[in-house]
């Protein structure tokens, strides 16, 4: 089994900038992708970015150009850095982990982006 705790969200204004965690435990070498996803109030959860273990990424287009998605593997942790926010960035963002035989959800961290 593996557990995803995310953290790092808060409360900023439009154009500044959040720096989200993941910290994975357990069976953590069952992990290949992990990724971020978000909800906003009253839609669907949503793809942002997403990162292998050998660190090929992929961002969403509403995203690309603004975030950047890490992993440390030596910490199991991976981060995603949000810059130049607006307010429809705001969402509970979901850490994901994904394996051959595993797709686990993290609880979420609330982003809320001001005007």
């Known amino acids: 089994q593996v557990q995803l705790v995310e953290s790092g969200g808060g409360l900023v204004q439009a154009g500044g900038s959040l720096r989200l965690s993941c910290v994975a435990s357990?069976?953590?070498?069952?992990?290949?992708?992990m990724g971020w996803y978000r909800q906003a109030p009253g839609k669907q959860r949503e793809f942002v970015a997403a990162?292998?273990?050998?660190?090929?990424?992929v961002y969403a287009d509403a995203v690309k150009g603004r975030v950047i998605i890490s992993r440390d593997n030596a910490k199991s942790t991976m981060y995603l850095q949000m810059n130049s926010l607006k307010p429809e960035d705001t969402g509970v963002y979901y850490c994901?982990?994904?394996?051959?035989?595993?797709?686990?959800w993290g609880k979420g961290t609330l982003v809320t982006v001001s005007s």
């Open positions: 994901n982990a994904r394996g051959y035989v595993m797709n686990v």
């Open positions: 357990g069976s953590i070498s069952s992990i290949n992708t």
């Open positions: 990162i292998s273990t050998g660190g090929s990424t």
